[in-house]
């Protein structure tokens, strides 16, 4: 995005960001059950942080997925967007039967007058990054490393629904949250996060899982909110993920449930946010 942004200012020419929806991924397979980084709504809000002047947003339907590369490049990035500076991914290849790549926008630039530069990948600890690794990471509990390879904090966001109202008789009230079907979540397990809502920010931890010790049997993501004392039911609001507490475990009854809230509670407190 820095570099983006910086050919935009160099060139004098409007940045933009082109991405295709729904997700090539889910028409190429569309029995693969794939979970998304971030949904539609959190990919415009992080393109609009980072200063990105446009969001085209292309459907990917059957017409467009039988474009060459060729017909992709002069139908919609030259034709549809008047593109004069494009920047691609180092590995990136599109159009039918990946027939675009870097070399071939090379070869149209000179004809169709516009600049096009590759980026180098960005590498940490020696790897690649790559939207696969950083799934993984997130479904192997490993928020840290994810949230490296992110350049942010990983986030949910949902509305509070009701739950077993368990939580309050325990002294630890959680907000269960209703994610979109689409987004990853991490492994299960608890974890330090930091919640927002109605734009204010309060430390919590919280815990996806099937809550096993109450027998439960749904997979819930629910917070307990630090110095936070209201009804949010029916409120949006939004956890960063900073760290991890532990794996789901089946505690021998509420009592020793209690006790490692007690501790998760007391590593949330110490946690330097
Ligand atoms: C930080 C945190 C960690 C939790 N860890 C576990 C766990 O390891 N095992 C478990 O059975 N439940 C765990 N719970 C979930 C509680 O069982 C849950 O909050 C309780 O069942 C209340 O549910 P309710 O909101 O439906 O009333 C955790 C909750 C929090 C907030
Ligand atoms: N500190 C807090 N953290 C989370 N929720 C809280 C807190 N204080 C009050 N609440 C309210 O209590 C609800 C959770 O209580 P709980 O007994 O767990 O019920 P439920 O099972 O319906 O989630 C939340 O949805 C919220 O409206």
């Given at each position: ?13 409007e ?17 693969e059950d ?10 415009t ?5 980072y200063g ?13 997925r ?13 034709d ?7 920047i691609?991914?180092?590995d ?7 027939s ?22 960005i590498?940490i600890?020696e790897n690649?990054?790559?939207?696969t690794k ?26 509070v ?7 309050r ?7 269960n ?6 987004k ?12 927002f809502v109605?734009?204010?920010?309060y430390?919590?931890m ?11 049997e ?17 409120e949006n609001?939004?956890?960063k993920f ?16 209690v ?7 007391r ?7």
């Amino acid at each position: 995005m820095d570099e983006l942004k910086k050919a935009g200012s160099e060139n004098n020419l409007e940045t933009a960001v082109l991405t295709f929806w729904p997700h090539p991924r889910f028409v190429f397979n569309p029995n693969e059950d794939l979970k998304l980084l971030n949904t539609l709504e959190e990919k415009t809000l992080l393109m609009e942080n980072y200063g990105v002047g446009n969001l085209f947003l292309k459907e990917f339907d059957e017409e467009f997925r039988n474009l060459t590369g060729e017909e992709f490049v002069r139908q919609i990035l030259i034709d549809r967007l008047n593109v004069k500076y494009l920047i691609i991914g180092y590995d990136h290849s599109f159009g039918k039967n990946k027939s675009g790549n870097f070399e071939l926008l090379k070869k149209l630039s000179k004809e169709l007058d516009f600049e096009v530069e590759q980026m180098e990948a960005i590498n940490i600890h020696e790897n690649n990054i790559s939207s696969t690794k950083i799934r993984k990471a997130l479904l192997e509990g490993d928020i840290i490393k994810a949230n490296e390879m992110l350049g942010y904090h990983y986030s949910l966001s949902g509305t509070v629904v009701h739950g077993k109202k368990i939580g309050r008789t325990i002294g630890y009230p959680t907000a269960n949250i209703e994610t979109e079907n689409i987004k990853l979540l991490p492994k299960k397990g608890a974890y330090i996060v930091e919640v927002f809502v109605e734009n204010k920010s309060y430390k919590g931890m919280l815990s996806i899982g099937t809550n096993p010790t109450v027998n439960g049997e749904k997979l819930t993501v629910e917070v307990y909110i630090l110095d936070f004392n209201g009804d949010i039911y029916g409120e949006n609001i939004t956890v960063k993920f900073r760290d991890s507490l532990h794996d789901e475990i089946k505690f021998e009854g509420l009592e020793k449930l209690v006790e490692r809230l007690d501790e998760d509670k007391r590593l949330t407190e110490e946690f330097n946010f």
